[in-house]
């Protein structure tokens, strides 16, 4: 059974045509058997009705019309004034992009090469300079690159060998200077024995 | 003139299912078919795609509700006008964002809602009561007095106007919200889902206010009724 309170919050929704069905037999029904309820309603609906009867509309002066059509007018000079300019810069857009891009590149390749030139070896330093520089992650080893070397260097015989050839002495092994060390060993005697001296040493 | 947000003064109009106008289908998806069925809608498509003329129309058709509208909540005649334009120069600036599956009057009544309730929150604005009070010698538009079918007398007709003048000022003093839903909710063609977009709230919200706003009515026309 309906409450009046609820009622009372139904009655501006039911006379504007708003409340469901449902409800709407629901309030109808409590109207009809509350006295209180129906001067509500009877109430609500004069109060709407009065204010339904207020003016809605006003006549527009002239000078009103002409200000705003003026103001539309003046905003759709400037919309399509920025349409122009923005279509333009499109335009140029494209080529300064291309421009710029090509700058960049060209730039950028110039560095890296500076970057990949090699130390050249100074006289007198032979081959230690190079060795100084070990081989890097991103960086081929500075022995690879030997478009460089100083032709006027006069090659002079090390005191000692390089280390990576001194721990790796069987690399030489196969050389026939070396196949032969044995033989030359007995060069001396050969070259000092003579046949005045008995035959001391027989030649083999 | 009123410092509204373009986001808060002119929202992209709702796509969700509404009352669609008499002779379109239900389920008309494209502008097309609401074109067809409501002219103002027609309008507001060819204003869209640059037509100046049929801007002139929707000012010619709206502006008179508009102009009253306003006049309900700003202080004085001048400042009306001046909402009324600024109104329209949105409708204008944010055309693009109407969608044609609502209502054209949705919309705009959504857009003076917001510069309206703006105008009202300035502080420099003062509400002068004699809005609704002849002054001598001016031509004010007034509204038609409290209807009264029975008025046959002319004390019976002076009583409906004082009646009709009571009534304007109790609108007045309303609160903003319950005064923009009362109003709104007597236009033609807005139901509550319309009220509700124009204010940016929810219908139950809309009910509440419009309960509100006929409560505090009643009470200070208990004499005359």
Redesign the interface.
Request: hydrophobic share 40%; net charge negative; charged share 20%.
């Given at each position: 059974m309906m409450r009046c309170r609820r009622a009372t919050?139904w009655m501006?929704?039911a006379l504007?045509g708003?409340l469901p069905a449902r409800r709407r037999r629901a309030l109808d029904g409590h109207v009809a058997r509350c006295p209180a309820c129906r001067h509500e309603m009877a109430?609500?609906a004069?109060?709407?009705?009065?204010?339904?009867?207020?003016?809605?509309?006003?006549?527009?002066?002239g000078r009103?019309?002409q200000?705003?059509?003026r103001?539309?007018?003046l905003?759709?000079a400037a919309e399509a004034e920025r349409a122009a300019t923005r279509a333009w810069w499109m335009r140029l857009r494209l080529p300064v992009l291309g421009f710029a891009t090509a700058v960049v590149a060209i730039v950028a390749v110039g560095l890296m090469r500076s970057g990949d030139r090699p130390l050249a070896p100074r006289p007198g330093d032979g081959g230690r300079r190079v060795v100084a520089q070990a081989p890097t992650k991103d960086k081929p080893p500075l022995v690879a690159s030997r478009e460089r070397r100083d032709p006027k260097a006069t090659a002079t015989v090390p005191a000692e060998p390089p280390p990576q050839l001194a721990a790796a002495p069987e690399l030489f092994m196969d050389l026939p200077l070396l196949r032969n060390m044995e033989k030359l060993e007995h060069f001396e005697a050969i070259r000092t024995t003579t046949l005045d001296d008995g035959g001391e040493q027989s030649n083999g | 003139m009123a410092t509204v947000s373009a986001d808060e003064a002119a929202p992209e109009s709702a796509e969700r299912p509404r009352e669609v106008p008499a002779g379109s289908t239900p389920d008309a998806g494209s502008g097309f078919a609401a074109a067809a069925a409501d002219p103002d809608v027609a309008l507001m498509l060819r204003c869209q795609s640059g037509e100046e003329a049929a801007f002139q129309d929707l000012f010619r058709k709206f502006s008179p509700r508009v102009l009253q509208f306003a006049r309900r909540f700003v202080g004085s005649e001048a400042r009306a006008e001046e909402v009324t334009q600024d109104v329209f120069v949105q409708v204008f600036r944010f055309r693009h964002r109407y969608r044609p599956q609502s209502r054209f009057s949705t919309w705009l009544f959504t857009i003076a809602t917001n510069l309206c309730l703006n105008e009202v929150r300035r502080p420099e604005r003062h509400l002068r009561v004699d809005l609704w009070n002849r002054r001598d010698g001016e031509e004010r538009p007034e509204g038609p007095p409290l209807p009264d079918p029975a008025a046959v007398t002319p004390e019976e007709g002076a009583a409906a106007r004082q009646l009709g003048q009571r009534l304007e000022a109790l609108v007045a003093e309303l609160p903003p919200k319950q005064r923009a839903a009362l109003l709104l909710s007597r236009m033609d063609g807005l139901a509550y889902r319309d009220v509700a977009e124009a204010l940016g709230s929810t219908e139950g919200a809309v009910k509440a206010l419009l309960f509100r706003a006929t409560q505090t009515l009643k009470r200070g026309l208990r004499d005359y009724l």
């Open positions: 919050r501006v929704t504007d708003e109430t609500t004069a109060v709407l009705q009065g204010v339904g009867g207020l003016a809605t509309s006003s006549e527009v002066p009103l019309e200000a705003t059509f103001r539309v007018r905003l759709a | -």
